[in-house]
């Protein structure tokens, strides 16, 4: 399948960590990134779709910053659109070349976009739809967040052309080889997002002998 010329729409993760309010790169980041590089080397015409944080969280910030981050990564001008509602979108898209890059707002502003529905109901909305009239292709590469029923995630599958980005397809390699291999043994679990973590818990604890916590869970349980 040859991107050349397609308006496609990525979804990534370029959910990072701020320090003193600006953010900073991770070993994440730099994958994403490459695939990024990859897609804008094939000739797409790309948009980036990602978030930072969460509603109510002191990291739920604009985009804005890391345009200077891509841009420094990737050596090249990075294209920034605020909203997809209007025509900054579809204008950006009509005026950039081959190759270029559009990084869009944080996509979790839309108050759409975190709706947990199923696809076809998220497919039927007019946010879902207002985006995908721009785009001739989806990817997603956003592993980290692909557990989740939101707009960007099952909504526009449901509607364009779309396929696995290269850490998606890594990611569910291993998931696979994991669930095929495994019998049972230690389930070992960190992070910074409890309900997360207590779900996988809840879903594998019949299959382990131990679960050993570290990190955010295990303080949070203390």
């Known amino acids: 399948m ?3 010329g397609k308006k496609v729409a990525l ?3 370029l959910n990072l960590p701020l320090k003193h309010g600006e953010p900073e790169k991770t070993l994440r980041f730099n994958r994403y990134v490459e695939t990024i590089e990859q897609l804008s080397n094939e000739g797409a015409k790309l948009t980036v779709l990602a978030h930072q944080g969460r509603p109510g969280r002191e990291d739920f910030k604009s985009l ?3 345009v200077a981050l891509l841009k420094d990564e990737l050596e090249q001008d990075i294209y920034f659109v605020e909203s997809i509602l209007g025509s900054e979108l579809s204008d950006t ?3 950039i070349s081959e190759g270029d890059i559009i990084l869009l707002e944080n996509i979790r502003f839309m108050s759409e976009e ?3 529905l199923k696809p076809e109901k998220h497919a039927e909305g007019i946010y ?6 721009n785009f001739d292709h989806y990817i997603n590469d956003a592993f980290s967040v692909s557990h989740r029923p939101h707009a960007s995630i099952v909504g526009l599958p449901e509607i364009l052309e779309s396929s696995k980005g290269p850490i998606m397809k890594q990611e569910t390699r291993q998931c696979q080889k994991v669930i095929e291999e495994f019998d049972s043994g230690v389930l070992v679990l960190g ?3 409890p309900s997360d973590l207590i779900d996988i818990i809840k879903t594998n ?3 382990v002998e131990k679960v050993l916590l570290g990190g955010y869970l295990e303080n949070w349980l203390s």
Request: hydrophobic share 25%; no cysteine; charged share 40%.
């Open 64 to 66: 804005k910053k890391h």
């Open 128 to 133: 879902v739809n207002k985006i995908a009239q």
């Open 2 to 4: 040859t991107l050349e």
């Open 93 to 95: 898209l009509e005026e």
């Open 191 to 193: 992070g910074q997002k």
């Open 11 to 13: 979804r990534t993760d």
């Open 205 to 207: 604890i019949e299959s």
């Open 114 to 116: 975190l709706k947990n």
